[in-house]
Each structure stands twice: as C-alpha cells, then as structure tokens.
C-alpha cells in the first residue's frame, strides 16, 4: 500500500526562546540563570536572541531540543536523516516487527509515468511475496527483510537541538536535497518555527540569508527559494 508521510512535533524545550536567551545572557552576567530566566520576558528574549545570531554565539542553541516524529517515511530516507550525527534516533527495527503487507513510499516520477508504474508495483509485489515466502521457510524476520526495498515505509523519532537543527535545515531544504528529505525537513522546518519563530526565523537552505553554499552544482533558482522560506 502506498503512504504519505506525516511529520509532526511530540515535544520541546519549554520556553525555548527563553532558555537559550537566558543561557546566553548567563554568558556576560554575574546575576545567576534562574535569575536571568526569571527576569526575560518574550520581547527581550527575542532581541537578544538576534544578538547572539549576529555574533554567530550559536552554542547557546543546544540547550533547545525538539523531538519529531516522522511517519511512513522511506527506508531511503532513514539512510539519509542518520548521517546527521548530533541528532539522536528511534526507528521501527525490522527486527522485531514484521513487515508482512509493508506500505512504501512512491516516488513521484514513477507515479507519473504508467509503464514505470507498473515496473515499480510488480517490484513491490515481488519483493513482498518473497519476504513472506522466507518467513514461511522459518527464516528470521531480521534475514527474509534483506529482500525488502528502500522504498518500504518506516517510523522514525528524532530529536536535535536548535544548532542542529539550523545546520540540518542549511542542507536539508536546499533545492539539491533529494526530494523526499527536502520535503520532510521543509514541513519540519514549518513546525519549528510554529513553535519558536524566533529561533527558527533565519533558517532555510543557506542562500535564502547569504550565498548559495553548493557552488558549481547550484540549483540557479535562489529568488525563488528565498521567496520560499524567508519570514
Ligand atoms: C545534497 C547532498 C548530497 C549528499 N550526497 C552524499 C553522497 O553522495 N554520499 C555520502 O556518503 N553522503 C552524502 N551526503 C551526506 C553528507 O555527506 C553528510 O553526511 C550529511 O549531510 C550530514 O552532514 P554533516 O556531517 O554536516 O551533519 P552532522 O552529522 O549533523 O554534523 C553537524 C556538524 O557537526 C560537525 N561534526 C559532526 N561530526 C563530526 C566529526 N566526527 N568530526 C568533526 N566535525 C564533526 C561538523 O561541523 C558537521 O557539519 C549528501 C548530503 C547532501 C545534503
């Protein structure tokens, strides 16, 4: 069965903005953080938060965590998302849960294409029916899944802070990340700054604040991704 991915945030830093201001602030005050956070309110958090952007003080980012799920996300997807190694993981193992009657992933040039299409569903099918018949030959659920795609779905649970969680963006959103992670970071992008527009305000792919960071292998089309994600 086909499935569409669903990203939503399950958890965060309370009070993120004030946190990482308040530890900023810490930085330059013999007042006491519990002090400082006490006496911030939203505004002044806000501009300080600027500050620090302008100084480029982005350690103070980490001590703002945002946990995410993603839902019937690509096997393909999991190899790309676990390169990033300050983010901390959960996944569905092919272990333990068994993938008989799996739901994937279709890749939109082949959902456009009809006789791709019928490529990539006999391939779903093939690959499904083999699965169950090395189950069935009592073959462990960690050796039959050798046999499944990279298109199978997946449940993930990732957790970065906000400096990760910039840098993850810079790469992620870019117009030259594959177009199911590109997707998946746009919406988580979309979510953080829901819940900390301050934070996130300045985040995107890096040519919609300063020059594209992929040289030769430029997408060529930064208004139309600055247009995108600028606030
Ligand atoms: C468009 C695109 C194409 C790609 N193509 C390929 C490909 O063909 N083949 C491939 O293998 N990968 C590919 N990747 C993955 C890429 O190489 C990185 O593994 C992935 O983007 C994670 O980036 P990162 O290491 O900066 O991030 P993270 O692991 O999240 O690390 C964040 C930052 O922390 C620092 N850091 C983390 N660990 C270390 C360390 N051990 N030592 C020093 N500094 C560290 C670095 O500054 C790093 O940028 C691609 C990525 C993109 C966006």
């Known amino acids: 069965m086909v499935k569409q991915p669903v990203v939503s945030i399950i958890a965060h830093t309370p009070e993120p903005e004030r946190v990482v201001a308040a530890a900023a602030r810490n930085c330059y005050s013999d007042t006491g953080p519990t002090a400082l956070l006490e006496g911030l309110d939203r505004e002044t958090a806000e501009s300080f938060l600027q500050k620090i952007a302008s100084l480029g003080h982005e350690s103070v980012l980490e001590h703002a965590s945002f946990t995410f799920s993603l839902e019937n996300v690509s096997r393909a997807l999991l190899a790309e998302i676990t390169r990033h190694r300050i983010a901390s993981f959960s996944v569905k193992s092919q272990r333990y849960v068994r993938e008989t009657g799996f739901s994937h992933i279709l890749p939109p040039t082949v959902q456009e294409n009809d006789e791709a299409l019928a490529v990539f569903d006999r391939a779903m099918e093939a690959a499904g029916e083999a699965y169950r018949a090395l189950l069935e030959l009592g073959i462990p659920p960690e050796d039959a899944r050798f046999v499944l795609p990279n298109a199978c779905c997946t449940h993930i649970v990732v957790t970065m802070n906000a400096r990760?969680?910039?840098h993850f963006f810079r790469l992620r959103c870019c117009n030259r990340a594959q177009w199911e992670i590109r997707s998946v970071a746009s919406?988580?992008?979309?979510?953080?700054?829901?819940a900390?527009?301050?934070?996130?305000?300045?985040?995107g792919p890096s040519c919609v604040w300063g020059a594209c960071g992929e040289g030769r292998m430029s997408c060529g089309r930064q208004d139309a991704v600055r247009e995108r994600y600028r606030v």
């Open 164 to 166: 990760e969680l910039l």
């Open 187 to 194: 919406e988580m992008l979309r979510l953080a700054r829901n």
């Open 196 to 203: 900390a527009p301050a934070l996130f305000c300045k985040a």
